[in-house]
């Protein structure tokens, strides 16, 4: 919708526009029902309800985060930080060999949960002190802002396991 959208702005000629518009449209039409049926599908199960609930009640995580993270990660909660973020593929892996010590980097894991995860970081720094501290400090440290806010993607995701295996909102 969002490339359609810019296609249309920058489409010189009316009748191209207007029938790019009219794509936007149909697009909208299918985004709302899409939405609603999650929202249904989410309702019908009480359990998958308070969890998404819960879970949306943490700094920068919206309704697309939650539902993510409670259709793709059903362990959340259920196992230890290390383990759970392994599974997302947030946990750093060393790249050492004998004597070499090599720089650590993310890498496997379930990826539409890490891009989920991304995008709530995103909102959480400027939703959140505590958040925009660490992401400051740790930025100003590394010198990299993209480490940064995969460590905070890291941290938000252990926050958020803890929330939910102690059946708690955010504090």
Same mark, same amino acid.
């Given at each position: 919708?969002?490339?359609?959208?810019?296609?249309?702005? %920058?489409?010189?000629?009316?009748?191209?526009?207007?029938?790019?518009?009219?794509? /936007? %449209?149909?697009?909208?039409?299918?985004?709302?029902?899409?939405?609603?049926?999650?929202?249904?599908?989410?309702? /019908?199960?009480?359990?998958?309800?308070?969890?998404?609930?819960?879970?949306?009640?943490? $700094?920068?995580?919206? @309704?697309?985060?939650?539902?993510?993270?409670?259709?793709? !990660? @059903?362990?959340?909660?259920?196992?230890? @930080?290390? =383990?759970?973020?392994?599974?997302?593929? !947030?946990? $750093?892996?060393?790249?050492?060999?004998?004597?070499?010590?090599?720089?650590?980097?993310?890498?496997?894991?379930?990826? =539409?949960?890490?891009?989920?995860?991304?995008?709530?970081?995103?909102?959480?720094? =400027?939703?959140?002190?505590?958040?925009?501290?660490?992401?400051?400090? !740790?930025?100003?440290?590394?010198?990299?802002?993209?480490?940064? !806010?995969?460590?905070?993607?890291?941290?938000?995701?252990?926050?958020?396991?803890?929330?939910?295996?102690?059946?708690?909102?955010? %504090?």
């Amino acid at each position: 919708r969002s490339k359609q959208r810019q296609q249309a702005e %920058a489409a010189g000629d009316p009748v191209v526009a207007e029938d790019i518009a009219s794509v /936007c %449209a149909f697009l909208d039409e299918r985004i709302t029902a899409i939405e609603a049926e999650i929202k249904s599908q989410a309702s /019908c199960d009480t359990n998958v309800a308070r969890t998404i609930d819960r879970l949306r009640s943490a $700094p920068g995580v919206g @309704p697309v985060t939650a539902s993510v993270l409670a259709a793709i !990660l @059903p362990e959340l909660g259920i196992t230890s @930080p290390k =383990r759970i973020t392994a599974l997302v593929g !947030l946990a $750093p892996y060393n790249d050492d060999s004998g004597p070499r010590k090599g720089q650590r980097h993310i890498k496997g894991g379930r990826a =539409r949960a890490r891009h989920a995860l991304y995008m709530a970081a995103l909102g959480a720094i =400027r939703a959140n002190k505590r958040f925009n501290d660490f992401y400051q400090a !740790l930025a100003n440290r590394s010198g990299s802002k993209k480490l940064a !806010l995969t460590a905070v993607a890291h941290k938000l995701l252990v926050v958020l396991n803890a929330m939910q295996r102690d059946q708690k909102a955010f %504090a």
